[in-house]
Each structure stands twice: as structure tokens, then as C-alpha cells.
């Protein structure tokens, strides 16, 4: 379904409520202003009627506003269930042709050590890809299966973070510095260490596939009030529109044709962070100055309860100096 589509039953709808408008404030001005003398002499059930037929007029109205709004809504979704399905088959089935041809290639030739080494390698990184497209279309199901209460238990978000960041060097080939990670002293949140390990992963492949070369992901950990955590992934890559900051946590959702053209993707990654996140009993928010000047990326969540006593103790002294 095309992005024109959309625009004929949005058309209708917006007629359609002109007209009921229209004939509304016709009505009124015909009963009240024309037929004035006959109108004062109206008893009072007919002025009930009277109001009970602009009542029915201002909810016919209000419904066709909102069954537009509702079928623009629901055609633009189908818009990004239609992409993401053009994703997946994109995704699925060009490793799946890369590595018949290897294989092929691999049971008709009888090739040198490295060069079928460097097949082996390839149909790898291929299986790898296949396994990362089901990862996340299982992740996204099971992110929002069911809302659960955030567990109690403590993480350490300087292991998690730290995994979360070799994983992505790994896989994309990065060096050392490509992604650094920066916090004054361990800190630990309440929550499920694998969820937390999956949000991390996405806001960094993210970082990183929509940076230009060279890559530079920065991310901080630190302590903020309240009894939060604050983990910030920061890059300097193409950035978000602000218009799109508050859609791109959706499903399917996918900003602009310009960055789908930079990078592939399923538009289920921050998806699952959002859900994630929320099952800690934490937020995360996007922030970028605009295209081409980076993003930011927060998610904050509940200190678990040493990092909170640990940070009371250290407050002590200060406050005790204060007095």
C-alpha cells in the first residue's frame, strides 16, 4: 500500500466533516436567527430535541474525525508491516542465495585450502546474519507477550555493558576505541541481566550501523538521583529528525527513506528496547540535534539497593561538612 493511498480516505473524511459542519451551523442559525419569533415560543421538550439534535451532531462529527484519524492511522501501519515484511524477506533470503552459491561452488570444485576457507568464512557471516534476523523477530514477540514486574535482582552494568560492546566489535570488525565505555566506579541496577544485555546490544548496533567510517560510540554509565541509573550511548552518525524522535520507539517504525537507504533493518530494535526497558521499570529516550549530528540514546533504571546505599553513605559526609 502506497504512501498516496492514503490520501483519498483522508480527503473523504475531511469532506465529510465539512459537510457535517456545515449543515450543524446551518441548522442552528436556522432554527435561532431565522425562525426567532417562532423559536421563543417553543416549549421545553422541543428545545430539548433541539439540543439533543446538536448533541448528536457534535458526536457525528467528533466520530468522523476520529474514524479518519483511525483509518490513516491503520493504513500507515500496514505501510510498515508491508516494509518490515519486504525486510525479513530481504534478510532471509540473500544469505540463503549467498550461501546455495558457496555451497555449489564448494560440492562442484575441488578448491585451494584458503579459498575454501574464505567460502566457510562468508556462508559464517551469513548464518550469523539469519540468526541475528530471528533473534530479533522472537525478541520483539516476546518483549511485549506480557508486562511482568521488573526483577529485584542486582546487575552489574559494567559486565553487561562491557559483553554488550565486545559482541558488537566483534561482529562488525571494530577497533578498541570504535567503542569506549566510561564510569567512575561499578554500578548496579535492579533488573534482568539477558533483557538489559539485549537493549544494550541494540542501541549499539544501532550506534554503529548508522555511523559513517570512522565509528565513535561513546557510552557512559554514571549514578543519578533518585535511585536512578543512567546508561547514555551517544554517536556521530547521521543523527534523527526531532519529528521522528518520539515514533521511532513503534513497531515497524523505520524513519526516513534517506536513512533506510543508509542502512537494512527489520524497524523491531528499538521496539524492543522500549518494551524492555519498561519491563525494568525504567524509560529510555532519544535525543538528536537533528540529520547529520549524531544521536543520543538514555535509558534510565532503578540502582539496585547496594548502589543506593553506597550513595547514601558517600552523600553522609558531605552533608555533615554542610552543617
Known sequence: MTRRSIGFPLTIGIVLTLIAVSLAVGWQILVVADLGPVARGLTTVQWLLIGLGSLFFIL?????????????????????????????THEMKTPLASMRLFL??????DLAPDRRKAFLGRMEEDVERLEHTVTQVLAAARSEASVRRPRGGSVDLVAVLTESIEAI?????????????EHESPVAAAGDPVELGVVFRNLLENAVKYSEPPVEVRVRLSLSGEGRVQVEIADRGIGIERRE????????????????????????????????????????????????????FVVTLRAAEAARSRRALEAAPQAGRAV
Open 169 to 181: 566489535r566483534d561482529r562488525h570488525g571494530l577497533a578498541e576505541d570504535a567503542i569506549r565505555l
Open 60 to 88: 457525528i462529527i467528533v466520530g468522523l474525525v476520529g474514524l479518519c484519524a483511525w483509518v490513516v492511522r491503520e493504513m500507515r501501519v500496514n505501510q510498515r508491516q508491508q516494509a518490515f515484511l519486504d525486510a525479513v
Open 104 to 109: 555449489e561452488t564448494l560440492g562442484r570444485h
Open 245 to 296: 524522535l518520539r515514533k521511532i520507539f513503534q513497531r515497524f517504525y523505520r524513519v526516513g527513506r534517506d536513512v533506510q537507504r543508509h542502512a537494512a533493518g527489520l524497524g523491531l530494535g528499538l521496539f524492543i528496547v522500549g518494551n524492555l526497558v519498561r519491563r525494568q521499570g525504567g524509560r529510555v529516550v532519544a535525543r538528536s540535534e537533528g540529520s547529520g549530528r549524531g544521536s543520543r
